[in-house]
């Protein structure tokens, strides 16, 4: 069986996010369609990780198996031209028959987009937060700091992330190489995280602690101490899955 390694971006606005599911419309499961289509297999993607409902990806890694024939060229040129627009298929790649997309990943890089300006442009809607309120870009970086290294992110950790139940492995601990703030202009905040891996939602949960502190709602040494505590109660609520991109997996 061969080992194909597939570079995906997709906008993920109108989907149930990236894994199958019965009765909804998936970013896997409409590859898997494609993929089953031009193989006569039934053939299983395997992705480096989930993503929520709206929320997009441009350089997600998967793989599948096949004892088939098809070149990567072929595959590369026949499932963006069957795929709906709003998935492309960036890279495909022949790799070692023990490689998986998800157990081979080393960290990954999300982006968070923020627009809050008066205004957001209609062809931002579904890839920026609109959030019209000033924030104080230099307390909410104090907190990134914070951040980075290696912590337990249980104060992050939406429901359903993982397997309370387990005694070994990392539980919700996590290490965050990078986080960062970066302004492009007046209106536009991108917050940057790198890590060796993120709990469910756990992106989302820290953008919405952190505009509670950007707004003043929250100190930077209160967000401290939520990250101490080790409890959901204690953080902000969710942010919208919209505003959110996994940008890159890294193996």
């Given amino acids: 069986m061969r080992n194909i390694r ?3 971006a997709f906008d993920g606005t109108g989907y149930s ?6 009765h909804d419309v998936t970013i896997q499961g409409e590859i898997e369609d494609r993929l089953t289509r031009m193989t006569g297999e039934s053939v299983s993607l395997h992705g480096a ?6 929320v997009h990806a441009d350089g997600m890694v998967a793989n ?3 004892g088939g024939k098809i070149s990567c060229p072929a595959f590369f040129q026949g499932l963006n031209s069957m795929l709906p627009p709003a998935i492309r298929i960036l890279q495909v790649e022949e790799v070692r028959p023990d490689f998986h997309a998800r157990f081979a990943a080393s960290g990954k890089q999300y982006i968070y987009r923020l627009h809050t300006g008066a205004v957001l442009m209609p062809q931002q809607r579904h890839f920026f937060l609109h959030y019209p309120a000033a924030i104080d870009s230099q307390a909410v970086q104090a907190c990134l700091t914070l951040l980075t290294g290696t912590h337990d992110f249980a104060s992050f950790e939406n429901t359903g992330s993982r397997d309370k139940g387990l005694t070994n ?8 190489f990078a986080a960062d703030l970066k302004q492009p202009n007046d209106y536009e ?8 891996g993120f709990l469910r939602q756990m992106v ?30 204690a953080a902000g609520p969710t942010a919208p899955a919209h505003g959110l991109t996994l940008k890159e997996v890294f193996y």
Avoid: C, M, P
């Avoid at 492995?169 to 965050?176: A, D, E, I, K, V």
């Fill in 189 to 196: 905040y991108f917050l940057s995280f790198t890590g060796d």
């Fill in 204 to 233: 989302r949960n820290l953008v919405g602690t952190l505009l509670e502190v950007g707004r003043g709602k929250r100190s930077v040494d209160s967000f401290g101490q939520v990250l101490l505590a080790r409890d959901r109660t």
């Fill in 17 to 22: 996010g990236w894994q199958r599911q019965r």
């Fill in 49 to 54: 990780g989930r993503t929520d409902a709206g």
């Fill in 169 to 176: 492995g990392r539980g919700s601990t996590r290490t965050l």
């Fill in 6 to 8: 597939l570079l995906i």
């Fill in 64 to 66: 599948f198996h096949t």
